[in-house]
């Protein structure tokens, strides 16, 4: 059998991350990460993306809350009898809103304070040891990010992109992917205008989002139950030159908030 | 170095395959692909998912049409003027349309005759020969992504899974990403409502949109000017028993219609 262009480079691979120990407040992830990797035998490459659940982010950062110490307002109370909800949760996701989008039936949809739009606020139960605690979003997604890519430089002298994701439905379309919610050391979106494609036309409205698809690619990996909170994707040539792991301001190409659309911009809200 | 899962199962690739030939109505797809494949070195394995553009797709069945022979109707052509676009173009929007979702600015939405909702209900000139030619979706994807599955069986006694996909938009968040409109062989979503996370926590509104994750992902390796328009995913484990490649009627695990919320349950329409 041939095999001419078996190993070829523009191949991409998403290799899970099995063995992180439980995440705490105060852990360094990068540490533990570097850890892992090196356990499981994976070694990381100058190019790599390594994408990182939301999850131990905000437990590593402290970003976890515990409910008994949270006193509902009456507005949370008000709505967590419509959506059959705990209070206290609901306290919490109204104090990481900026605004509702929908609320209707048991569905709470609302913008958080960094701009996304999702569920809960992003505030969870899942994966969270006791039943008392949830986590929140990390504050600022892209400088997670940030850390983690210049964590990874470094302690292994490699220069990765890294995306943090969290898992979100969506309008339309049934089931759940996952978005990226923070990013450093790629470009967040491949600009296609103006480009030409096979036949020599000029594409007009193509703009990739490209950390979202390789935030839904690591979803394909991470699962949900089986403890993969990071996927390292190899092969893909998106980094932005030099900036990977820079934990200085971070170029206009290193943030996920450029996958918010203005509101001014956009036809649904 | 330790080198222990290096090559762990639970790894997933994306390999792009580059040299089909330019596809014209009445190509059978499946013996250009079986070609190119074997051209590039690539042995489909059994469990191979095969993400195939919709563009290549719509061209090999006719799916293809001919603006000067289009007559753009009244209201054609007066949308054709708010949209700054070419009457005949809107006409045959029109005319794969079930609903208009929103039209404003020069931004047409619409749910196609399938359920999608998307720009222009998928009529496209990218990666068109001729300037005076648009292709349509196929009529039924999940037909053809079956039909695909099915020939590529027969041709290489191997059991892939096949998506059809297609890149859209979507609200509040800026860039396209690559969706699935048809799919044969895999579960198209993972339903992971009653199971328990790491912690014992029943998950409660967990469902994966598996295809548009697979769809995604084939993106990151397609982008839109580069001749990609094949990927095959290796490794995902998602695969419907028995039923991949089968041209017999698809089980309900196999229509990417299933990804098309309900109307009554959808919160944005």
């Known amino acids: 059998m041939k095999r001419r262009r078996e190993d070829s480079s523009s191949r991409i691979e998403l290799i899970p991350v099995c ?54 307002s009456p507005l949370a109370r008000r709505w967590a009898r419509r959506l059959r909800a705990d209070p206290r949760q609901v306290e919490v996701i109204l104090r990481e809103t900026r605004r509702v989008v929908r609320l209707r039936g048991r569905v709470l949809i609302v913008e958080t304070r960094h701009g996304f739009i999702c569920a809960n606020a992003g505030v969870d139960h899942s994966n969270v040891p006791g039943r008392h605690w949830v986590t929140c979003l990390p504050k600022d997604p892209d400088r997670s990010a940030r850390r983690i890519a210049a964590d990874i430089r470094k302690r292994l002298r490699v220069r990765v992109g890294a995306i943090l994701t969290d898992t979100w439905g969506r309008p339309w379309r049934e089931g ?18 103006g480009r030409r494609d096979a036949f020599g036309h000029r594409l007009r409205a193509t703009v990739l989002a490209t950390a979202d698809e390789l935030a839904a690619a690591a979803g394909l990996v991470m699962g949900k139950t089986r403890g993969v909170p990071v996927v390292v994707i190899r092969g893909f040539a998106g980094l932005v030159p030099g900036s990977a792991g820079r ?9 996920a908030r450029r996958l918010l659309r203005p509101a001014a911009q956009d036809l649904f809200r």
């Open 19 to 72: 063995s992180l120990p439980e995440i705490t407040q105060g852990t360094s992830l990068a540490r533990e990460l570097v850890t892992a990797l090196r356990r499981e035998g994976i070694a990381l490459r100058d190019g790599d993306v390594v994408a990182v659940t939301q999850k131990i982010v905000s437990k590593a950062e402290g970003q976890i809350v515990d409910l008994r110490r949270v006193a509902p």
């Open 176 to 193: 759940q992917l996952n978005f990226a919610i923070g990013a450093a050391g790629l470009r967040v979106l491949r600009d296609l205008r």
């Open 247 to 255: 934990s200085a301001v971070p170029r206009a190409t290193d943030s």
